[in-house]
């Protein structure tokens, strides 16, 4: 059973590797823009992609580059997000796609923007839903672009480095282990739940707080 997990786990490892790393960067920078993109984030799973692409880098410097790939197609997005917000902000709230993400959450962002400021802006990138809704608002707040990227900037590198990191060290790790430990697909399958677990745990976590905070 053990080694049966392992084999699975070195061909899956395997079939990403085996992909072109520009093909699979490229892929990962625009699953991430459209992610962070007014809207779309709530449908496109872009943090599943930058682990499945991580599980792939061969070297530190494809390491590096997919990083500087996936942090330059999240600033994309939410810049894509930011000037929607600008130019048609009002249009897209009122619209059918605005109004199938409720008012309530409109408000609950414009409520988190005026509390918190240039936090809001940061900490949304580790928020659901807020991560796509905060950057239009902030588009349609009269906040100013290079402001926004002041703080949106740091947010999307310390995204980016904790997945990327994270998931490319766990398939090293199972790499250079798989030959001589037969648990060791359990290990990597282990740390990749962790991080995910984590991930969401901590968004819940923050979005609680916050939201208390917003109706204190």
Do not use: D
């Given at each position: 059973m053990l080694m049966r997990v392992n084999e699975a786990l070195t061909w899956l490892l395997d079939v990403v590797q085996s992909v072109d790393p520009v093909l699979r960067t490229l892929l990962a920078g625009l699953a991430i823009m459209l992610e962070t993109s007014v809207l779309i984030g709530l449908i496109v799973p872009g943090d599943t992609v930058v682990i499945v692409a991580a599980t792939g880098v061969s070297s530190t410097l494809?390491?590096?580059v997919l990083g500087a790939v996936v942090v330059v197609g999240a600033l994309l997005g939410e810049s894509i997000g930011f000037?929607?917000?600008?130019?048609?902000?009002?249009?897209?709230?009122?619209?059918?796609?605005?109004r199938l993400i409720g008012e309530q959450n409109w408000q609950r962002s414009e409520r988190y923007l005026r509390r918190r400021g240039g936090l809001a802006i940061f900490l949304s990138r580790f928020l659901p839903v807020l991560h796509s809704l905060v950057p239009l608002t902030v588009g349609m707040s009269g906040?100013?672009?290079r402001r926004f990227l002041m703080w949106t900037l740091p947010a999307c590198v310390l995204w980016t480095s904790l997945y990327v990191s994270i998931a490319a060290g766990a398939a090293r790790s199972y790499r250079e282990a798989a030959d001589s430990a037969h648990y060791a697909g359990y290990v990597f399958v282990g740390v990749i739940l962790l991080l995910v677990v984590g991930v969401f745990t901590a968004k819940k976590i923050i979005a609680r707080v916050e939201r208390r905070h917003m109706h204190d």
């Open positions: 494809e390491g590096f000037a929607l917000g600008r130019w048609l902000g009002p249009h897209i709230r009122t619209s059918w796609v605005g906040y100013s672009y």
